[in-house]
């Protein structure tokens, strides 16, 4: 592991001062924001939901695609994690650019640790993870991810959990990392090699108990309780293809776009037209819900009675909503052309949806299932709600 | 029902404009700040919890001992119930209040509805549950909670509910009440008459589909499955006492202090020195939990690992922490004088504890048990963090 300051000739940090003449922000809240990627410019919007406006609009953010986000834990920046190894500090009171400097080569998300003093990237290219000071983005640490056959991995499904620490996977090596950062001059890893092959995505439940990474090499899941690490990692869901041949795969399915509503986990089923539902209590399969095509996301509605689901192409207009009581189809839905990604807002009013190809955001009841506005995006992704802050596992 | 305008007269709204020669406050986001309610004096105290400090106090608030909060959507505002019956809107980006009535005789807590536009207050006296605009905290509905017996009764247990509405209990009356508030103009109440005696305070769970009201009047809890009003009110734990004489009750346990971790519920048993944990699925006794005292609070770190525990005089001094795998006291901490209330930051980094006859706010670290920071205030009691914003049932 290389220290701090090490690692600084490779991450070249550029910061910006507030423009000269600019007169104080209207005071507001942040709680109702939602940051909106426009992946093709390179910038995120800005966005609330109180009367469901775009405030401004933030550039220079590099390559957008597949672009996320977490979130300062007063809800004034964010972190944007772009896939050239950007990583850009916006604030989101303010709307500017505040730092921004390019960590790797390649990079898959990130997450921002417990105590919102630590961001953690996770690298293809390099491979490995790299943290970050929230407040300067210096660098602070550096682990590279060298699995048990010697050779740097990269790395997937990082998120951090509820003692503070990060877990992540390594897609060549096969493997699950804990790491402990209580004392960062003294890191600890704790590793689960051998826990299946080619794990893609990982994510935490919304407690940070269960670490679940999803295998593209095999059928199946690995399950680790970050209670009893002790206990290592766990096969679960294995053989839910029993030998079926599997559709072709148009779209990874992002596991951190699983639903967890009562005691059923939701997941999008790799190159397949289902959505499993788990049983919290014995990780067994306890439904699959048939949908009209290989679904991307599965968003649960905040009350947990509903589910929204995006498809990859070529059903990416649709969204099917789940009734999770009756593990059913309730409704299907053409909202608009690419629809990429989809955020309730955390009690439930509204969702929004981004249409890439209408450039723009769509704003619905998600009850009624009506449109309440439309707002103009250029080539939307992403979308993220502030209130993200506030959830383990971001 | 008594609609918009026929309640100004009784509702004297009192507006706070901005001072003259203020200067633009601090550009700040709204997503780590608490506000602890200062009892006897009157007042609120605006605080953060990433560098842990006291940003400033706003005066004026009249009486709040029993005082509660919810917040805005945005973060940006508190709405304080003061046992008063007044209701004031705090600015906590300006830190001043901004406009303050007072709406009943006696009160006992409110709720914002889900899409915050409405402020709702529970009144003992007159019985009812009156509607506010949170812009402007004009009346907008007042709702006599004249039960099946043809009397006016108390109101207690106010929450919001997943669909928009709110739910509460008549203590008196021995009713739940479910109301609608789609048409402002034609609210829709549901009642559930008959389902025990002396519904003392009631709440819902998390995801907003169990509302759950204790009795005072004999032993057990009624249970309303939002999701399904059809299959109406059930009464589950009866016979929890089991004939056992309770104690006498020092403080009535608050159910707005209780938890729920993985697929238990947590609830302070009345007049025992026991916490109670309940199967979600089952709706039965999962576990009795000793403790020292008469649980008042109980508090579920927000990983659900743990739960802390405060306890009625003569042991409001002492704090226990439950395993909650386990359903065993874990430690007992003594933080100091007349604990009143306590907070979690929303990812579990910081617990917040008003020490009242201490003057001050105690901030520890839950994991370690070690005090971070002391933070005067005046004979503090509640303390509310603004992630609730966010929450269903707030």
Same mark, same amino acid.
Request: with cysteine; proline share 6%.
């Given at each position: ?21 600019? &007169? ?31 405030? &401004? ?16 834990? !007063? ?18 009171? @303010? ?29 293809? @290219? +390099? ?87 999803? /295998? ?6 690995? /399950?680790?309780?970050?209670?009893? +690490? ?10 839910? &293809?029993?030998?079926?041949? *599997? ?5 990874? +399915?992002?596991?951190?776009? $699983? ?22 209590? =014995? $990780? ?10 290989? *679904? ?5 509605? +905040? ?32 909202? &608009? ?19 890439? !190809? ?26 993220? =709600? ?9």
């Amino acid at each position: 592991m290389r220290r701090r300051g090490l690692l600084a000739t490779s991450a070249a940090l550029a910061t910006f001062p507030r423009p000269a003449g600019a &007169g104080c922000p209207e005071p507001r809240g942040t709680g109702d924001l939602l940051v909106v990627v426009e992946r093709a410019r390179g910038s995120v919007l800005v966005a609330e939901s109180t009367r469901r406006t775009i405030l &401004g609009r933030i550039e220079g953010l590099g390559d957008l695609s597949h672009a996320s986000m977490v979130f300062s834990r !007063d809800a004034r920046y964010a972190f944007v994690f772009g896939r050239d190894g950007g990583l850009s500090k916006v604030d989101l009171v @303010e709307r500017r650019l505040r730092a921004r400097i390019v960590q790797a080569g390649n990079a898959i998300g990130g997450a921002i640790g417990r105590d919102g003093r630590i961001v953690a990237v996770a690298n293809y @290219e +390099p491979g490995g993870v790299r943290l970050f000071d929230a407040e300067s983005l210096d660098p602070l640490l550096e682990i590279p991810a060298i699995g048990a056959d010697g050779r740097r991995s990269k790395v997937v499904g990082l998120v951090d959990t509820a003692d503070g620490g990060f877990a992540f996977a390594l897609f060549d090596a096969g493997e699950i990392w804990l790491l402990d950062v209580t004392d960062l001059a003294e890191p600890r890893i704790t590793r689960f090699a051998g826990v299946g092959s080619l794990p893609y995505d990982g994510n935490v439940t919304a407690d940070g108990r269960f670490y679940l990474a999803g /295998l593209f090499g095999e059928d199946g899941v690995v /399950l680790v309780d970050l209670w009893h +690490p002790e206990a290592g990692a766990r096969r679960i869901l294995d053989g839910y &293809g029993r030998g079926e041949a *599997p559709l072709p795969v148009y779209k990874m +399915p992002h596991l951190e776009g $699983w639903g967890t509503a009562g005691e059923h986990l939701f997941l999008p089923a790799v190159g397949r037209h289902e959505v499993l539902a788990v049983d919290r209590r =014995s $990780w067994r399969e306890a439904a699959r819900i048939p949908v009209l095509g290989q *679904p991307v996301f599965v968003v649960v509605r +905040p009350d947990g009675r509903e589910a929204w689901v995006s498809f990859a192409h070529p059903d990416n207009g649709k969204i099917q909503i789940l009734d999770l009581e009756r593990f059913a189809v309730a409704a299907t839905l053409s909202p &608009g052309r690419a629809i990429l990604h989809l955020e309730f807002t955390p009690r439930g009013d509204q969702v929004w949806l981004s249409a890439r !190809d209408d450039d723009r955001v769509i704003v619905m009841d998600p009850r009624r299932r009506e449109v309440l506005a439309h707002l103009p995006a250029e080539k939307p992704s992403g979308i993220f =709600s502030t209130a993200r802050a506030h959830r383990i596992g971001s």
